[in-house]
């Protein structure tokens, strides 16, 4: 089976940088991806890795370590907008390929 | 503009009652899917379709049914044998390539009275 694990809560101030760590169990690993819900609305995807290394798109980076089974989505210069949660989700190369597995999410809060 | 459109964002319905969930996309993907969300939950997929007139089941398929009998729709029905059916529900849909970007439609709220 696949399991994810990740923070339930990260809190930061304006400006800050943040992380959100991603960790996966899973049979056979194809990609690591990241999506961002506002309250009520539909995630919207922000970045995938299948190789190790940094990902960077504007103020957000992704990283994957696939001997580590580890991920992490890194925030910068954080603003107000920022506060949603964030889903990790693999692909999994033993499942159907398309298929998405979820993490529980990482609720962002953005303080002034 | 192309994208997901889900209908109604808010939905009430008695218990016992059979429900049918819309969806519809412009963007010529060819799988779609369904998930449930719970507060405080990830996205747990219900079915999903690779090709027109075919589906397979997710995680959480038990008293859910969809057809595909068209590319541009995936309809979801909460059949009277979900024991829980009060959820977000979201729909998406994919090219499936390397990283199977999934594109969410705007969510049904069902609330089962």
């Known amino acids: 089976g696949q399991s994810l694990e990740q923070p339930s809560e990260v809190t930061a101030v304006e400006g800050a940088i943040v992380q959100i760590n991603c960790t996966y169990q899973?049979?056979?690993?194809?990609?690591l991806s990241w999506y961002q819900q506002h309250d009520g609305g539909a995630p919207t995807f922000l970045s995938y890795?299948?190789?190790?290394g940094l990902e960077e798109t504007g103020r957000f980076s992704s990283f994957l370590s696939r001997s580590d089974s580890y991920g992490y989505l890194l925030l910068q210069e954080l603003q107000m907008k920022d506060s949603a949660s964030y889903f990790c989700a693999v692909i999994d190369r033993g499942s159907t390929l398309g298929r998405l597995y979820f993490g529980r999410g990482t609720q962002l809060t953005v303080w002034p | 503009d192309g994208g997901i459109t889900q209908s109604p964002k808010y939905l009430f319905r008695k218990e016992g009652q059979n429900v049918t969930l819309s969806c519809e996309q412009n963007?010529?993907?060819?799988?779609m899917y369904w998930y449930r969300q719970d507060p405080g939950q990830g996205l747990r997929l219900i079915y999903y379709?690779?090709?027109?007139?075919?589906?397979q089941k997710g995680d959480i398929a038990e008293g859910y049914s969809v057809s595909r009998e068209k590319k541009e729709s995936f309809p979801l029905t909460v059949t009277s044998a979900q024991k829980n059916p009060t959820a977000f529900y979201l729909c998406?849909?994919?090219?499936?390539?390397?990283?199977?970007?999934?594109?969410f439609g705007p969510g049904t709220r069902l609330t089962v009275l």
């Open positions: 963007l010529n993907h060819d799988a």
């Open positions: 899973t049979s056979g690993f194809y990609g």
């Open positions: 379709s690779q090709i027109v007139n075919d589906f």
């Open positions: 890795n299948a190789l190790d």
């Open positions: 998406a849909s994919s090219i499936q390539g390397e990283n199977n970007e999934q594109f």
